[in-house]
């Protein structure tokens, strides 16, 4: 038996299901076991096509992609009339968006492909992955340019500044480094340890912004290649099929994207995250803490974790003394750990604003800044002082996330620790009102070893992935303004992927049949059958 592992009960299966059976309860729509044999037999189509999807978004990188006022691309003759020709422009900003859709498919179409994840599913899955992220491992950064702040951090700490005290705009010629100079007087959000990695970058490069940023993408691919080892793992513990949740949490372009060709440190964070938790799942208690808390060390948010992760070393049946002492030594081990940490440098415990003090304001598309806006537009239409409700919405949102976290600290099955954890982390990200396209990435490894359900909540997942793909492909466009443009680059790349989901929602045979054609639900099935029996029954009469 598993600390917290679902061996037990799992959302998606009965008390001692076998992998088998939890798998089956998790198939594709369109996967059907009488044609899984001639549809493994083709994987390999959607794993070229996504090959194909990257190799585009790499070449439409070079033209629309983040490249730092710095570095010495930008006087090469191929990027000069990617970047400024009116042709060069839109032809980089159609490859980029129709590239990235055709991943999307390809993702999708791998799901099906794979029909009942028996076999070698999980060695095509990791092929998948590994196929889709080499060209986005050379592209120029797209959809953020976070990469090269971390450069300029890396260079305070060198210099012997704090980054938790002042942001980059403390530099000499800090411009040049590429970071986007809304932030560049903000303080930085990551821990101790991402400061050592980002100054150890910078030492070796001397903050030369392209070799820095294929740094910062090898050190994001430590964090891809533990999750690509350990979600198979963790998802096993709980009776759930490990190729269906790494397709799920790694193979997804979203993923991809933001951790490979963006290079966000946030893959570091997941990947020691779910590492950890798959150590602590296993009894092996100190090593998941020492692993989660470097994750903390990279960026924060993973804090959340700590008091699963004593959950599952209290063990069940433990009285509420143990629970708390547990609880203690977890947090006196992980903060002790990140104090002794903060003495290099001096950076001491700076990292502990990032919590108590997060960034202002909120994002439109976050259920709350989505909320919040229609309510202060009601409240002002009927001369109420909207803005004022629209601030307590808001607020009312982030304290339910933490009443939601106590609730699933105190309460439920031993058994089920991971997917509480899951849950919270979920509660935390969707009812902030900042939410950035990676952030869902933070929680959904968890949820996948856990189970994803065939219905709506991997249709959840699928209107999710592709709303922030069509999202970045057009908000993060690097184009000069004295370029000019037949269509505003934003709005071609827009339309582009507008039109390309409408295929994949309508048109295409294949994917259409995820959200359109998606078959019932077995309680669908049988509350169909028992209308149709009475029904019959009423005309027999």
Excluded at 42 to 66: C, D, E, K, N, P
Excluded at 330 to 337: L, Y
Excluded at 431 to 455: C, E, H, K, M
Excluded at 532 to 538: D, E, F, M, T, V
């Amino acid at each position: 038996m598993t600390a917290g592992g679902s061996h037990l009960s799992t959302s998606e299966s009965s008390p001692g299901p076998s992998k088998k059976t939890a798998a089956a309860a998790v198939l594709p729509n369109s996967a059907a076991p009488d044609s899984a044999p001639p549809a493994k037999r083709r994987v390999y189509i959607a794993t070229w096509q996504g090959f194909l999807g990257a190799l585009m978004m790499f070449v439409g990188s070079i033209g629309t992609g983040w490249i730092a006022n710095g570095s010495p691309m930008i006087r090469q003759p191929v990027v000069i009339a990617l970047r400024t020709e009116g042709w060069g422009v839109t032809l980089s900003t159609v490859l980029l968006t129709v590239g990235a859709m055709l991943l999307m498919r390809s993702w999708l179409r791998l799901g099906q492909r794979l029909g009942d994840w028996s076999g070698p599913s999980l060695r095509s899955v990791v092929i998948a992955i590994s196929a889709w992220s080499l060209p986005l491992l050379l592209a120029v950064p797209i959809f953020s340019r976070d990469v090269y702040a971390y450069t300029g951090q890396g260079r305070l700490v060198m210099e012997g500044q704090n980054p938790y005290n002042v942001g980059i705009s403390t530099l000499n010629n800090w411009f040049s480094l590429g970071a986007d100079p809304a932030w560049a007087e903000a303080r930085t959000p990551y821990g101790p340890y991402f400061l050592w990695l980002a100054r150890g970058v910078v030492g070796l490069t001397g903050a030369q912004p392209d070799v820095s940023v294929l740094l910062f993408r090898l050190l994001a691919g430590v964090g891809v290649v533990l999750c690509v080892i350990y979600v198979p793992k963790l998802a096993e513990l709980h009776g759930i099929n490990g190729a269906r949740a790494l397709w799920i949490a790694v193979a997804n372009p979203l993923f991809l994207i933001s951790f490979v060709a963006s290079a966000h440190n946030d893959a570091l964070v997941v990947g020691l995250a779910v590492a950890g938790v798959y150590f602590a799942a296993t009894k092996r208690y100190l090593m998941g803490i020492l692993l989660v808390t470097a994750s903390i060390g990279i960026k924060p948010i993973t804090v959340l974790l700590l008091p699963f992760i004593g959950v599952m070393w209290a063990g069940p049946g433990a009285s509420w003394t143990r629970k708390f002492l547990i609880w203690g030594a977890t947090a006196g081990i992980s903060f002790g750990v990140l104090a002794v940490s903060g003495l290099p440098y001096n950076l001491g415990m700076g990292w502990v604003w990032a919590i108590m003090d997060p960034t202002p304001g909120y994002t439109g598309y976050s259920p709350s800044g989505f909320l919040g806006q229609q309510v202060e537009f009601l409240g002002n239409v009927l001369g109420l002082p909207g803005g004022t409700f629209a601030d307590l919405l808001r607020t009312g949102m982030k304290w339910t996330a933490i009443a939601l976290v106590l609730l699933l600290m105190f309460r439920g099955d031993y058994s089920r620790a991971v997917r509480r954890m899951a849950l919270a982390f979920t509660a935390v990200v969707m009812l902030s009102p900042i939410i950035q396209p990676w952030y869902i990435l933070w929680f959904l490894p968890f949820l996948a070893v856990t189970g994803i359900r065939n219905d709506w909540q991997i249709r959840s997942l699928y209107v999710g992935v592709t709303f922030f793909v069509v999202f970045g492909a057009q908000d993060q466009l690097s184009v000069w303004s004295f370029v000019e443009l037949p269509i505003d680059a934003s709005s071609l790349a827009f339309v582009t992927a507008l039109l390309f989901t409408f295929y994949l929602l309508f048109l295409d045979v294949h994917t259409r049949k995820l959200l359109i054609e998606a078959k019932p639900s077995d309680s669908a099935r049988r509350a169909l059958h028992w209308v149709r029996a009475q029904w019959r029954g009423i005309r027999a009469r």
